[in-house]
């Protein structure tokens, strides 16, 4: 079974499934169809998170550790010596190194089972034969037009190559990218062994083209969000010491269950933190269709996402905030009313960094997973998602995202741009995720293993930047608390707080927003009002792109979900 937030990676990662590769090889196929079918939420420059268990080892779950760190150029004086107080949101100064690429061909050599080649074939041919563009690409491309023809021109050449804004549906063909798929299925030809080929693959990605090309190209000063121009920092260098990894994941107990999720260099201990300060609550609180439910996980959401900006970042022990101590501390802080405040809680007598608490403006507040996107390229919210399991009972959930085509300007030789997580690090020496080279952002991306009975079960995850363990905490609850079915619980009305600090540029906070969708229906609403919440309203279908695979072990059966707004994300399988 496979899930995606787009129907080709899903088409892609079944027809591996269908040809005898594994779950791996799978994802790992739909992902590189991802980078074309989604260009404006995530590319080959870019990052991801991964979390999986093996049919071999199913009770360990383990994270895919596919974020690169700052560049050793990126240092804090040296932003401010360029007139910068804030990471910018779009520009080459914002790229962390990609870690993406190497992640997948990493997880194939060790996990999957299918030669290089046949795995980057399907993104081989889409590349050089075309592609449809989906309308919300396209109403990217619009909006960065302008940037495109007046400061970034070798991006207006890949988006817009008769010099004006495509169309839904046209197809766009990128040969740089397919010449660099290509190139990695070449260089190992002469290697011995499958792991061999892959190998030289991954060496020629950190070390050949790519990493020469993106530093010749990136040092020229170009246009960033800021308004101001400055060169990028990152170096060929800077490619050839970062590897991906594999980590121990970060879990809690959650009603029978086991949850899984990255470690504090991204926000999924944050889900862990909420889902322990609900667990002994009365199931009326733990149910987004009441009131009392909307709001109880609204404000534990408010309350652990606090804690993420003032004490996640490289480094950081996730256990600190998941202990039995914290977390009544924390429960103790749920009101019958909306708090006005931005609370962390106080982990070793210190109450953490505080951001800056700059005003959101209204307008900024709802979001679908897909991107908000400003004219001078600065983007929030936005990624895609994967997920597959197998017959032998491999399963993999992965978030891709980062190299945005708006991210910065495209590398004519590469056919993509770099990212720009740096964006979600602080200038302020003293921040948990402050930016220091050759450490981590502190990443939203963040996957979801179930662990039930000692076995992986469930799969999950979604785009949405912010919102992304926001979407998952009312999809996990109903289906471990109220028993739904993942597609059920995928088709449910959802909300989430926009009352944190925002994790891209510019940094925003609000002190009491929600946004739902109408569907929640107006009793919830207006009880949501009446405690004090600012709510908005975002449409009955708008908020969350949620998928899913799992194992149900009792029946022997697979299952998969995929969500149905936008109509754009798709599951299948046999």
Not at 104 to 119: A, I, K, N, S
Not at 271 to 289: C, T, V
Request: hydrophobic content about 40%; some cysteine.
């Amino acid at each position: 079974m496979a899930a995606s937030t787009h129907w080709l990676a899903t088409a892609v990662a079944q027809g591996t499934l269908e040809r005898g590769g594994n779950a791996f090889d799978a994802a790992a196929a739909g992902a590189f169809v991802l980078h074309l079918a989604e260009p404006h939420l995530n590319g080959p420059g870019g990052d991801l998170v991964g979390i999986f268990a093996t049919a071999d080892a199913p009770c360990e779950p383990r994270v895919l550790m596919g974020q690169g760190p700052a560049p050793a150029g990126a240092t804090i004086d040296h932003f401010v010596n360029e007139g910068l107080d804030m990471v910018p949101g779009a520009g080459g100064l914002a790229a962390a190194v990609p870690g993406a690429v190497d992640a997948w061909l990493m997880l194939v050599r060790d996990h999957g089972t299918m030669e290089l080649g046949d795995v980057l074939a399907p993104a081989i041919t889409y590349a050089r034969e075309g592609i449809p563009l989906l309308p919300t690409t396209v109403a990217t491309i619009s909006q960065v037009a302008d940037l495109f023809r007046e400061h970034w021109p070798s991006s207006a050449d890949l988006w817009m190559p008769s010099g004006a804004v495509p169309s839904g549906g046209d197809l766009y063909r990128n040969p740089a990218y397919a010449n660099v798929l290509s190139m990695l299925v070449d260089v190992g030809s002469a290697s011995d062994s499958r792991e061999a080929r892959i190998d030289a693959a991954r060496e020629e990605w950190a070390t050949g083209l790519v990493a020469r090309a993106t530093e010749r190209f990136l040092s020229r000063p170009h246009r960033h969000s800021s308004g101001t121009d400055h060169a990028a920092v990152i170096t060929a260098a800077d490619f050839a010491q970062f590897r991906a990894s594999y980590e121990p994941a970060v879990t809690a107990s959650f009603r029978g269950h086991v949850v899984a999720k990255g470690g504090a260099w991204c926000q999924g201990p944050a889900l862990l933190e909420a889902l322990r300060i609900l667990d002994p609550l009365p199931d009326e609180h733990l149910d987004p269709s009441t009131e009392v439910g909307a709001h109880t996980i609204i404000e534990t959401l408010k309350l652990v996402l606090a804690d993420r900006d003032a004490h996640f970042g490289e480094g950081m022990d996730a256990a600190r905030v998941l202990t039995d101590e914290f977390i009544a501390q924390r429960r103790t802080q749920l009101e019958a009313t909306a708090s006005q405040e931005w609370r962390p809680g106080i982990l070793d007598g210190q109450r953490g960094f505080t951001p800056p608490l700059i005003a959101r403006p209204p307008s900024t507040g709802a979001g679908t997973g897909e991107p908000t996107v400003s004219r001078t390229g600065d983007t929030r919210g936005d990624t895609c998602h994967i997920d597959v399991v197998d017959r032998w009972g491999n399963i993999v959930a992965v978030t891709p995202s980062g190299g945005w085509l708006q991210s910065s300007p495209t590398i004519p030789e590469l056919g993509f741009c770099l990212g720009t997580r740096l964006q979600m690090t602080w200038l302020d020496p003293q921040a948990p995720s402050a930016l220091r080279p050759g450490a981590r952002p502190r990443t939203t991306l963040t996957p979801t293993l179930v662990l039930r009975d000692g076995y992986a079960t469930i799969a999950l995850g979604t785009p949405g930047g912010d919102q992304q363990d926001q979407w998952q905490l009312p999809m996990l609850l109903r289906m471990l608390v109220g028993g739904w079915s993942a597609q059920e619980a995928i088709d449910a009305p959802t909300l989430h707080t926009i009352a944190m600090v925002e994790s891209f540029w510019p940094r925003s906070w609000d002190a009491s927003g929600v946004i739902v969708e109408d569907r929640l229906g107006s009793a919830v609403i207006e009880g949501l009002r009446r405690r004090g919440h600012v709510v908005t309203t975002a449409g009955d279908w708008r908020l969350g792109r949620l998928s899913a695979v799992g194992i149900d072990r009792a029946r022997g059966t697979l299952w998969a979900a995929a969500n149905p707004r936008g109509m754009q994300g798709y599951a299948a399988g046999r």
